[in-house]
């Protein structure tokens, strides 16, 4: 016999499974499992967060606003499973707090860099990310960018809605942008978003460069016919535009520092969908601002959400609020990982999306 007691997700009493087990006498005896506390800091695609609702004792954040340092300390007392995103920051002192029921933390996205690996391998806490799902949606949003920018496509858009009256009519010189088509694109990263970037920017016509921690299969780099730079400095001098693709890691923190941007080539783009914090956003928005860069398209920042107001002022930055992965397709398939690596986790096994320490 099988009993199940099931609840709604916005129910207080936990669920429960009654399970008929035998001991080790042979007799049959009735053995009650509660299925694992799941918390979500954010709001999830419906989809998802029904799916959890079935699987789990999965408490939502229905209102969608970021939880508080306090929120988060509740949270992890009390969690089996904390599902944050890549904004939330579990630092040691909110895993410090973690009660003795949590074990894995499921991150809603591939960036674990806002989560103390070591302490919670202290802790015995595993961690888990959503990797490759996100690759295609990155890299469309990437190119788009480096389209935009050269082009100046926001520039003429905001033109026509702010400024239509003025406009007389195509001019054969008039807000003239740059083509793509046999410019140098260094690729900052090499990873899996890194080389499909690569390979559409090959379709549009532009010489691929990179520079990452190892050269890339020869078979690859022969089918994009690119160029591996060992010295980032040396590549960033020589580019028309440069893509940022790598992680944010204790390693790549301002790894376009000042010194480095200061390389780049007057009338060269650059343009990041990785992590902010790769890029030193102030002495970006000076070399802007001087013209000893020609344009940025930045989908993430430093300090995010907080932005530079240089930046939303010059018309050479295109600007975006965080879309590279704003797909439902990527974003469902995002929680369909959280959901695997869960329930794996609790089946007793290992989840294919485990963090190691080492490899980060």
Same mark, same amino acid.
């Given at each position: 016999?099988?009993?199940?007691?099931?609840?709604? $997700?916005?129910?207080?009493?936990?669920?429960?499974?009654?399970?008929?087990? @035998?001991?080790?006498?042979?007799? +049959?005896?009735?053995?009650? #499992?509660?299925?694992?506390? *799941?918390?979500?800091?954010?709001?999830?695609?419906?989809?998802? =967060?029904?799916?959890? $609702? /079935?699987?789990?004792?999965?408490?939502?954040?229905?209102?969608?606003?970021?939880?508080?340092?306090?929120?988060?300390?509740?949270?992890? &007392?009390?969690?089996?499973?904390? !599902?944050?995103?890549?904004?939330?920051?579990?630092?040691? +002192?909110?895993?410090?707090? &973690?009660?003795?029921?949590?074990?894995?933390?499921?991150?809603?996205? #591939?960036?674990?860099?806002?989560?103390?690996?070591?302490?919670? +391998?202290?802790?015995?806490? #595993?961690?888990?990310?959503?990797?490759?799902?996100?690759?295609?949606?990155?890299?469309?949003?990437?190119?788009?960018?480096?389209?935009?920018?050269?082009?100046?496509?926001?520039?003429?858009?905001?033109?026509?809605?702010?400024?239509?009256?003025?406009?007389?009519?195509?001019?054969?010189?008039?807000?003239?942008?740059?083509?793509?088509?046999?410019?140098?694109?260094?690729? !900052?990263?090499?990873?899996?978003?890194?080389?499909?970037?690569?390979?559409?920017?090959?379709?549009?016509?532009?010489?691929?460069?990179?520079?990452?921690?190892?050269?890339?299969? &020869?078979?690859?780099?022969?089918?994009?016919?690119?160029?591996?730079?060992?010295?980032?400095?040396?590549?960033?001098?020589?580019?028309?535009?440069?893509?940022?693709? $790598?992680?944010?890691?204790?390693?790549?923190?301002?790894?376009?520092?000042?010194?480095?941007?200061?390389?780049?080539?007057?009338?060269?783009?650059? *343009?990041?969908?990785?992590?902010? =914090?790769?890029?030193?956003?102030?002495?970006?928005?000076?070399?802007?601002? @001087?013209?000893?860069?020609?344009?940025?398209?930045?989908?993430?920042?430093?300090? =995010?959400?907080?932005?530079?107001?240089?930046?939303? @002022?010059?018309?050479?930055? !295109?600007?975006?609020?965080?879309?590279?992965?704003?797909?439902?397709?990527?974003? /469902?398939?995002?929680?369909?990982? !959280?959901?695997?690596?869960? @329930?794996?986790?609790?089946?007793?096994?290992?989840?294919?999306?485990? *963090?190691?320490?080492?490899?980060?």
């Amino acid at each position: 016999m099988i009993v199940w007691i099931t609840q709604s $997700c916005d129910a207080n009493e936990t669920a429960l499974i009654l399970r008929v087990m @035998k001991n080790e006498a042979g007799r +049959k005896e009735l053995v009650s #499992t509660k299925k694992p506390l *799941v918390i979500v800091t954010r709001r999830l695609p419906e989809r998802v =967060e029904t799916r959890m $609702c /079935e699987l789990f004792d999965t408490e939502l954040n229905i209102k969608d606003q970021p939880m508080s340092e306090k929120q988060l300390l509740d949270a992890v &007392a009390r969690a089996d499973v904390l !599902v944050p995103t890549v904004t939330d920051h579990i630092d040691k +002192k909110i895993l410090n707090a &973690a009660g003795e029921n949590l074990k894995l933390i499921a991150n809603f996205g #591939t960036g674990v860099d806002k989560i103390d690996l070591n302490t919670a +391998k202290q802790k015995g806490i #595993t961690i888990t990310n959503t990797p490759g799902v996100l690759t295609e949606d990155t890299a469309d949003m990437t190119m788009a960018l480096i389209l935009a920018v050269p082009r100046r496509l926001v520039q003429g858009a905001a033109f026509l809605q702010q400024r239509i009256e003025e406009w007389e009519g195509w001019s054969p010189t008039w807000m003239l942008g740059h083509r793509i088509t046999g410019k140098r694109l260094g690729i !900052v990263g090499m990873g899996r978003i890194g080389t499909a970037v690569a390979q559409r920017a090959r379709a549009f016509g532009m010489q691929i460069h990179y520079h990452n921690r190892r050269p890339v299969p &020869a078979e690859l780099e022969t089918s994009l016919e690119a160029t591996y730079w060992d010295s980032l400095d040396q590549m960033l001098a020589r580019m028309d535009i440069v893509s940022v693709n $790598c992680p944010h890691t204790p390693a790549t923190y301002h790894l376009l520092s000042k010194r480095r941007l200061a390389l780049m080539k007057p009338t060269s783009y650059i *343009v990041n969908t990785a992590r902010g =914090e790769v890029i030193d956003e102030n002495a970006l928005t000076q070399l802007l601002d @001087k013209g000893l860069i020609a344009g940025a398209g930045l989908d993430v920042f430093e300090h =995010e959400p907080a932005i530079n107001p240089k930046l939303l @002022k010059n018309d050479r930055v !295109v600007v975006l609020p965080h879309l590279g992965s704003a797909t439902l397709e990527g974003r /469902e398939a995002m929680g369909d990982k !959280v959901v695997i690596n869960i @329930k794996m986790f609790m089946d007793g096994h290992m989840p294919p999306d485990r *963090v190691l320490l080492d490899a980060v």
